[in-house]
């Protein structure tokens, strides 16, 4: 697969030069954006994902691009090799100063039907990856984060984490145990230079799903005059927003819940 440098790398700063950053979940969709749009910023980046190949894709596009990164192996599922990853990791970088948190088991998301009928093995596994793995790589980057005298975390939730849905109870409850979580990680460690916040995505088209045709032409049009937007949202909005929180320009927002979605939730 092609990764294209950041597309308004023309206008992207180096307010992350220098800057070491993990972004788990990185081998497609927004994960990878945004470890173009942080190389394309100046940061030394680790892309890490359960899917290594798709991983080192990704950062052999970003060096392709000018940028400094590589990747590594993780499941965030499990505890070892979530320590192991970011071990290795900050080995390599030197320090961290920073993580993006973007993991998810999509395909159970399709079949997370409603409380009465939903197979709790997928309830399970949602809150696995979604939930409790995103519980284990804060225990294992936080440490690193506050001894090198504080730094942030971003995790990718979502609007159903706050929005009554019909359907999907799985991943909303994942998703709002996810904000408390971030809450919690910006409240405890907030005074020791930590921040944390979730960014909320609306309707994102990845390169993987235009590809793919994936969405009928209907459901983008609906989608679309859903929104009071002109379009749909595209990988680059959250990644802008990811290296915004992930910089020294977002040091003082902290325990949030940031919805990037056109104005389709306002909250």
């Given amino acids: 697969m092609h990764f294209q440098g950041y597309r308004g790398r023309d206008h ?3 307010r992350l030069a220098g800057k070491a950053i993990i972004v788990i979940g990185s081998a497609t969709g927004i994960g990878a954006a945004t470890v173009m749009r942080l190389c394309a910023e100046g940061a030394h980046v680790c892309a890490a994902d359960l899917n290594a190949q798709g991983a080192e894709a990704v950062a052999a596009a970003a060096r392709d691009s000018g940028g400094n990164a590589f990747a590594l192996p993780i499941d965030i599922a499990d505890e070892t090799s979530v320590n192991a990853a970011v071990a290795a990791a900050v080995e390599r970088l030197g320090k961290l100063d920073a993580a993006h948190i973007n993991a998810a088991d999509l395909r ?3 079949a997370d039907s409603n409380a009465l009928d939903v197979d ?5 596994r949602t809150i696995q990856v979604n939930l409790r793995g995103h519980l284990l790589c804060t225990r294992a980057v936080l440490p690193h984060l506050l001894a090198g005298g504080g730094g942030a975390i971003v995790y990718t939730s979502s609007g159903s984490g706050h929005s009554g849905e019909p359907v999907r109870p799985s991943y909303a409850a994942s998703k ?7 809450r919690h990680v910006a409240s405890a460690w907030g005074r020791e230079g930590i921040t944390a916040n979730c960014i909320a995505p609306g309707f ?4 993987e799903m235009i590809a793919g045709g994936q969405v009928p032409p209907e459901v983008l049009s609906a989608f679309t ?3 009071p937007s002109t379009r749909v949202g595209e990988v680059d909005d959250i990644a802008a927003m990811a290296a915004l929180l992930l910089s020294a320009e977002g040091r003082w927002v902290n325990g949030q819940v940031i919805n990037v979605n056109g104005g389709a939730l306002m909250a």
């Fill in 12 to 14: 992207v700063t180096d």
């Fill in 108 to 110: 159970t998301i399709f």
């Fill in 120 to 124: 709790l093995a997928v309830f399970d």
């Fill in 176 to 182: 709002s145990g996810l904000n408390a979580l971030m």
């Fill in 204 to 207: 994102v088209m990845t390169p």
């Fill in 225 to 227: 005059k859903a929104t």
